[in-house]
């Protein structure tokens, strides 16, 4: 606890010192959810007007910041601050513009039962919880989390895990929420229980936010917890390097002592990394505290995120300075999630510059342009061989999208959408 933090402290709980600060119990019951706390805390004051559309916005979307996540804003600059903008409320997210969505990747379409999001063929979205520590600004879910009408019941839940045991393609359960972490030890590990019997489901992730903005909740005690519950893999979410303090360092060392593969999920956010100084430095930061760099986002078409969204080129540009300049690891895959609920799709560079029958023409990171002579015999090994049939029958993955044009099995030519006035004719003629 720094001389900053302890006159937070004293501010919002008088009489609270280090042991308070500690408790992650403290941190949520002290949380700054008012404007008019924020500018005690900051020491700044709002004019009425600017004080008055930011109440207006809090009431739309909630605003709450722990007291630990606050004290890392620089209060002498804090309009610049990549932690200020990721927490603080802005005028800006009141103004919807055309292309809003209120649910973007339609998850809701994806919903075989409340609570689950089964959009790819093995693997499904659980949301577990509907409260975050730390309301973040740049949320694609801000319409529901926080939101007291979308808390999942136990009822809801158990109705999650009765839809996995009885879909057993299912091998990959990812827990999000809201914070998964936010729920109590207890019941987070009654619902691990239940998943983790479930015979077809191989690993099970979980994508928290707590280490980044309430270090305090990665207690021994949850860890011990979670422990039993191998093959386990957490994403956090670090956005800038300035986040990876000496807290946040040693909530991600627990988790990465008790053997728990961690990855990192980025937004590419305008104003607070949409540069490659800061996202190289990210990626770095990440993997010397056991970290790899799995997604950065696109920020996404969610209502009241237009002020961060950046252009699609600003991602390819920091794909590019990252992709042969750094270590490999260091180099996450950008993603845009599909409007309409397509999924993610990932983005780069081109690197291969042509084709024909025998050579690849390819170019590297520098610039130099090379070419790749293909083998001349190659035995063609068939693309939908088996190579474990017990395995394969749990998790049937017939082949969809181009893999199945792809495929020696499916006798597809061609995927056609099925919405268009050409295929509506062919349908209207009974000629389909
Ligand atoms: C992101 C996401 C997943 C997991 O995708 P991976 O690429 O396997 O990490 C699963 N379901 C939904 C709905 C998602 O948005
Ligand atoms: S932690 Fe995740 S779910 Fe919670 S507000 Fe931030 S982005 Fe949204």
Not at 406 to 416: G, P
């Amino acid at each position: 606890m720094n001389k900053y933090q302890a006159s937070i402290a004293q501010l919002l709980d008088a009489g609270a010192g280090a042991d308070q600060w500690a408790d992650w119990h403290w941190q949520l019951r002290h949380s700054i959810d008012t404007v008019e706390l924020f500018e005690k805390v900051l020491g700044i004051t709002f004019s009425d007007a600017a004080r008055s559309i930011l109440e207006k916005t809090v009431e739309r979307f909630p605003l709450s910041i722990t007291p630990y996540y606050a004290s890392l804003i620089d209060r002498e600059h804090y309009k610049e601050d990549p932690v200020f903008k990721q927490a603080f409320p802005m005028p800006q997210e009141l103004r919807v513009q055309e292309y809003d969505m209120e649910d973007p990747l339609t998850e809701d379409a994806d919903s075989p039962v409340p609570g689950i999001t089964h959009r790819y063929p093995d693997r499904v979205l659980f949301h577990v919880s509907n409260v975050c520590s730390m309301y973040c600004r740049h949320c694609t879910r801000k319409r529901k989390v926080g939101d007291v009408d979308s808390i999942p019941t136990k009822e809801v839940l158990r109705r999650g895990v009765e839809y996995i045991r009885s879909t057993p393609a299912v091998r990959d359960v990812l827990l999000s929420g809201g914070d998964p972490f936010l729920l109590h030890t207890e019941y987070l590990q009654w619902l691990l229980d239940e998943i983790s019997a479930i015979p077809h489901v191989e690993i099970i992730r979980i994508g928290t936010r707590t280490p980044v903005v309430l270090p305090s909740r990665v207690t021994d005690e949850l860890v011990d917890m979670l422990r039993q519950y191998h093959p386990l893999w957490i994403n956090v979410h670090f956005n800038h390097p300035k986040e990876m303090t000496a807290e946040a360092a040693a909530a991600v060392a627990k988790l990465a002592d008790a053997g728990f593969p961690l990855g990192n999920q980025s937004v590419l956010l305008a104003g607070v990394n949409d540069s490659v100084a800061v996202m190289r430095r990210l990626c770095h930061i990440l993997v010397q505290h056991r970290i790899r760099p799995y997604y950065v986002y696109q920020c996404d078409l969610s209502e009241g995120l237009a002020h961060f969204r950046t252009p699609v080129g600003k991602g390819i540009e920091i794909m590019e300075s990252l992709i042969g300049h750094t270590s490999g690891l260091c180099v996450p895959t950008y993603v845009i999630d599909a409007p309409g609920g397509g999924g993610k799709i990932p983005v780069l560079p081109n690197y291969i510059l042509s084709w024909s029958s025998n050579k690849v023409v390819l170019r590297n990171y520098e610039g130099v342009i090379t070419t790749y002579q293909e083998p001349e015999r190659y035995q063609v090994t068939r693309s939908d061989e088996p190579w474990d049939e017990a395995v394969d029958k749990v998790h049937e993955m017939t082949p969809i999208g181009v893999e199945k044009l792809l495929s020696d099995e499916d006798e597809a030519i061609s995927l056609v959408p099925e919405n268009t006035d050409r295929i509506g004719r062919r349908n209207g003629n009974g000629q389909d």
